[in-house]
């Protein structure tokens, strides 16, 4: 090999190690400054409390609610869920549960739980117009309850039982929840303060935690318990970083990227205006939420979305290790598809932050950011051993990445400590800090995997919702 080539070679593995190193800079920068402003605005709130105390004693301004529960072979967690909404102290709320052609015994345990009576709908006619969804069996009323209707329809995927269920629905507020959440009994109230505060607000998000191993009764969490299985875990500290810090922060910026389909609020109008949810949709509250963002500048009104910590719903989480990268696998082709679906929109003036943050944000951790992970696994190592780089540089990197973890993990579970109520925290805080030592060798490398394999699994037009397998609440 001569000098020139040489040379040239050693210069490509150089301007590959920059470029590696120079990306996991940026997402740790991007995280860094989503810390510091989660930071900031927790602390500076002081007018939070008043607000939710204003509206407890103001019952007549509380907006009526819908609160949607779309479910699909859940009758493990399905009453648990009915039961949680029934003992939520919003004086103005109704539910409507959304059989999504169920193999299993949902609909008989809702049947037999509500005393259902059927009622006469127009849900199936074409010439309604109406958001799309698959053709509706029945809907029915509760005998025991009118406040509970239900939905009996063909399988067509959770946005079409949303569209469904907001077809049906006439109340101006709807709330999605998953059929295996428990509602905090203040959500509702805590969630609805934005819509009271600014008539422009047209969507809310909540916080999702970790139901796991809490004691549930009557639909009401009673005890905060951390799971023992690493798995649930792992998760439950994600958990807190994404809700705690990365959504607080991105709130703060007026560019909350996702709604969670988990719990959150919007206007049924906008949600209409909108086209609903995207049937097919693997990723269907993200992408709902960037049409929602699409629609406020291109209607060139200052609406808002907005996200509220205080507002909590409590879900079971993956504990197998299959089911789990099931889900995974779902998130980020779910992420992808909304990517490509609204890439035009990016580095466009019109759509502003939409186009300036929120999706450029999403090519650095979807798809540009694993694939340097990836590689950075790969060929630092390489380079490393046949002194191309220097191993200083590469371990140097390597380091800060995984104490940056730690101090992000370490954040998040000390503002967790300081909102949650109920619990040990001095033992449920040191447990979440060592799985933050922990996490990041070997949980981390599995996650880039499930991301490689939904990007793949995209490609080749491999989609499918997968199985998720659920667990009794403890009693």
Not at 203 to 230: E, F, M
Not at 321 to 345: C, M, P, V
Not at 346 to 356: A, C, D, I, N
Request: glycine share 6%; with cysteine; proline share 3%.
């Amino acid at each position: 090999m001569n000098d020139y080539v040489y040379n040239t070679l050693i210069v490509s593995m150089d301007i590959i190690v920059f470029i590696i190193v120079l990306i996991g800079l940026l997402q740790v920068l991007v995280y860094f400054i989503q810390l510091i402003v989660a930071l900031y605005v927790l602390v500076d709130n002081p007018n939070r409390d008043r607000k939710i105390q204003s509206t407890y004693n103001n019952d007549g301004f509380l907006h009526p609610i819908t609160i949607i529960l779309p479910a699909y072979n859940e009758s493990v967690t399905i009453i648990d869920s009915i039961e949680s909404m029934l003992a939520s102290n919003y004086p103005n709320v109704d539910m409507i549960v959304v059989n999504d052609g169920s193999t299993d015994r949902t609909f008989e345990l809702i049947n037999q739980y509500l005393e259902l009576e059927e009622i006469e709908h127009d849900l199936n006619n074409t010439e309604l117009k109406q958001l799309p969804h698959a053709r509706i069996k029945g809907v029915y009323i509760s005998r025991k309850d009118s406040r509970l209707r239900v939905i009996d329809k063909e399988n067509g995927g959770k946005a079409d039982a949303h569209n469904a269920a907001i077809n049906l629905s006439r109340a101006p507020i709807v709330c999605l929840l998953d059929a295996d959440s428990i509602l905090a009994p203040d959500a509702l109230t805590n969630a609805i303060v934005p819509f009271i505060d600014d008539p422009k607000t047209i969507a809310v998000g909540g916080t999702i935690r970790v139901a796991n191993s809490c004691l549930i009764h009557k639909g009401l969490v009673t005890k905060i318990k951390l799971s023992k299985k690493y798995i649930v875990q792992l998760q439950a500290l994600e958990y807190m970083r994404s809700f705690l810090m990365a959504k607080v922060a991105w709130n703060h910026f007026k560019t909350l990227p996702v709604i969670s389909g988990a719990f959150g609020l919007f206007r049924r109008d906008f949600a209409i205006r909108v086209g609903g949810f995207s049937v097919g949709s693997m990723g269907e509250d993200f992408d709902f939420t960037v049409k929602l963002h699409k629609y406020i500048y291109d209607s060139h009104v200052d609406y808002k979305i907005k996200f509220v910590p205080t507002a909590i719903c409590w879900t079971q989480v993956p504990e197998k290790w299959k089911i789990l990268q099931n889900q995974r696998i779902r998130w980020h082709i779910g992420a992808l598809q909304t990517f490509f679906h609204f890439k035009n929109l990016m580095l466009r003036p019109k759509y502003h932050r939409v186009g300036f943050a929120l999706l450029p944000y999403s090519v650095l951790t979807d798809i540009i950011g694993p694939l340097t992970e990836f590689f950075g696994y790969l060929l630092l190592p390489f380079f490393w051993y046949f002194q191309i780089v220097n191993g200083n540089i590469i371990a140097s990197y390597f380091l800060l990445g995984i104490c940056y973890n730690i101090l992000i993990n370490s954040v998040a579970i000390a503002i967790d400590g300081l909102l949650l109520k109920g619990l040990n925290k001095t033992r449920y805080l040191i447990s979440l800090f060592y799985i933050s030592l922990l996490e990041n060798f070997g949980y981390r490398q599995i996650c880039l995997y499930w991301k490689l394999k939904g990007f793949l699994r995209l490609r080749k037009g491999k989609i499918s919702w997968g199985k998720m397998e659920r667990v009794k609440f403890d009693k």
